[in-house]
T-cell receptor, first 115, second 116 residues
């Protein structure tokens, strides 16, 4: 069965520092992978997605993620964090033999940004 | 107006009461979903619907039912609410993407339900 693990429940970084949020997945075939962000009181917003092709994916708000099949990982990165990036981040994998929109979500990582 | 609207945004109810959470969308998507979010557990799929006549159980459907009244409307019901159904509920929609067949979810703002 598909699963997603986000090893870090909570991360604190200083504003302007670089960021990497980890995501590991378990899936037998080529996965469809997503990163979503949830700001307080808001729904989830798609940051980026990987379906196929180039393993380095660019998203909105300056985020990028790299798909590494050998490590079953899809880590999210940002070179310089802004205070407005404080939020909860979810990694997700598309379930089923083809992406039907059913997603398996990780537990989430809460990002705190220090001034 | 939001593409995916959920009502109510907040609700407090008592054990045993029937509760309905409503979702409407203006994106014209065929597919709609109900997810539940609990701290430390991420989001889990309750029910999903690929069109008005196609409704399917998700990972955690026990204690819930749904109704797809129209393409744009998908309601989640708790027939007899219990405290462990206290959670944040999200409605989402998607449309079949081109070429890859993969699709992307658009989420509502969430409905926070507290069952006392």
């Amino acid at each position: 069965a598909q699963s997603v693990t986000q090893p870090d429940i909570h991360i604190t970084v200083s504003e302007g520092a670089s960021l990497e949020l980890r995501c590991n997945y378990s899936y037998g075939a080529t996965p469809y992978l997503f990163w979503y962000v949830q700001s307080p009181g808001q729904g989830l917003q798609l940051l980026l997605k990987y379906f196929s092709g180039d393993t380095l994916v660019q998203g909105i708000k300056g985020f990028e993620a790299e798909f590494k099949r050998s490590q079953s990982s899809f880590n999210l990165r940002k070179p310089s964090v802004h205070w407005s990036d404080a939020a909860e981040y979810f990694c997700a994998v598309g379930a089923g033999s083809s992406n039907t929109g059913k997603l398996i979500f990780g537990q989430g990582t809460t990002l705190q940004v220090k001034p | 107006d939001a593409d995916v609207t959920q009502t109510p945004r907040n609700r407090i109810t008592k054990t045993g009461k029937r509760i309905m959470l409503e979702c409407s969308q203006t994106k014209g998507h065929d597919r709609m979903y109900w997810y539940r979010q609990d701290p430390g557990l991420g989001l889990r799929l309750i029910y999903y619907s690929f069109d008005v006549k196609d409704i399917n159980k998700g990972e955690i459907s026990d204690g819930y039912s749904v109704s797809r009244q129209a393409q744009a409307k998908f309601s989640l019901s708790l027939e007899s609410a219990i405290p462990n159904q206290t959670a944040l509920y999200f409605c989402a929609t998607s449309d079949l993407g081109s070429q890859t067949g993969a699709n992307v979810l658009t989420f509502g703002a969430g409905s926070r339900l507290t069952v006392l």
